[in-house]
């Protein structure tokens, strides 16, 4: 059995007039969040990382836009429903979040396994739709910070 790397990436997909693009997970219906994922192998480098799981989760090449890293990475516990994935004793993950600025927003297509639906929303109603206190505190920063944009 193969399993996942306690270390990922949230991806604030944003537009300049601050729309972000939230999806609503699969297997927790109500539950909205940003692009997310967990590195593929170890040395997987967290740009490369951050720009697969922008195109598998929503079918958008992050070429088309600016991706930048943001140096925050948030350390959190793993629910205790998805440490199974996880290597033995492993409780936390650390998420590595980047942002990634397109012109305008564009159609998403979404992985139906992993995403139910999107909706492209103004940043406040955003962050106050996510489930996650990391994706809230990104968003957030976007809008707060005048060098990411």
Not at 44 to 60: D, F, H, K, N, Q
Not at 102 to 114: D, N
Request: proline share 6%; hydrophobic share 45%; charged share 20%.
């Amino acid at each position: 059995m193969s399993f996942k790397l306690p270390v990922s990436v949230l991806v604030v997909v944003y537009t300049g007039d601050l729309q972000v693009l939230l999806l609503e997970r699969a297997a927790r219906p109500g539950f909205w969040q940003s692009v997310t994922g967990s590195l593929d192998w170890p040395q997987e480098p967290l740009e490369t990382a951050a720009a697969r799981e922008v195109r598998e989760e929503t079918g958008i090449d992050a070429a088309s836009g600016r991706l930048a890293r943001w140096n925050v990475a948030n350390t959190f516990e793993i629910y205790g429903q998805w440490r199974q994935r996880f290597g033995p004793g492993v409780t936390h993950n650390t998420e590595h979040v980047f942002g990634l600025a397109l012109p305008r927003p564009m159609p998403v297509r979404l992985a139906r396994e992993e995403h139910v639906a999107f909706a492209w929303l103004p940043w406040r109603e955003a962050a106050a739709k996510c489930f996650s206190w990391s994706n809230r505190d990104a968003i957030q920063l976007l809008a707060e910070s005048a060098v990411i944009t």
